[in-house]
């Protein structure tokens, strides 16, 4: 599986972006997909996650997202799709998408270690 993101730049404080990850394969509704975002000198911290469609589709998100982001997924397109809402300067960091082949998973896992596949990171900027 290869993740391609695009969608980051630059925004004003309380504005929204809208990240996209495209994947490639014939399987796409079987991985669990998430998005992770790392700032420089932290760690790569887990943001939200949607499980296979077989699993419904379930949605998870980190606290410090929840409320102003939303993760979905359009199988027929193989994208994963990341709405950020009233973004603050804390929220500035190179985003990453990953997936994880769970066909059966109910759960989103958190652990940047149980992702087999990830993008290359799109950075978001957020001036205040």
């Known amino acids: 599986v290869q993740l391609v993101e695009s969608g980051g730049g630059l925004v004003q404080a309380g504005g929204s972006l809208r990240l996209s990850c495209a994947a490639s394969?014939?399987?796409?509704?079987?991985?669990?997909m998430t998005w992770f975002r790392q700032a420089p000198g932290k760690d790569r911290d887990f943001i939200a996650g949607?499980?296979?469609?077989?699993?419904?589709?379930?949605?998870y998100y980190a606290d410090s997202v929840k409320g102003r982001f939303t993760i979905s997924r359009d199988s027929a397109k193989n994208t994963v799709l990341l709405q950020m809402d009233s973004l603050t300067p804390e929220d500035t960091a190179v985003y990453y998408c990953?997936?994880?082949?769970?066909?059966?998973?109910?759960?989103?896992?958190?652990?940047?270690?149980?992702?087999?596949?990830w993008g290359q990171g799109t950075q978001v900027t957020v001036s205040s």
């Open positions: 990953a997936a994880r082949r769970s066909p059966l998973s109910t759960i989103v896992a958190v652990n940047p270690g149980s992702y087999d596949y």
């Open positions: 394969g014939r399987t796409f509704s079987l991985y669990t």
């Open positions: 949607i499980t296979g469609s077989g699993s419904g589709g379930r949605t």
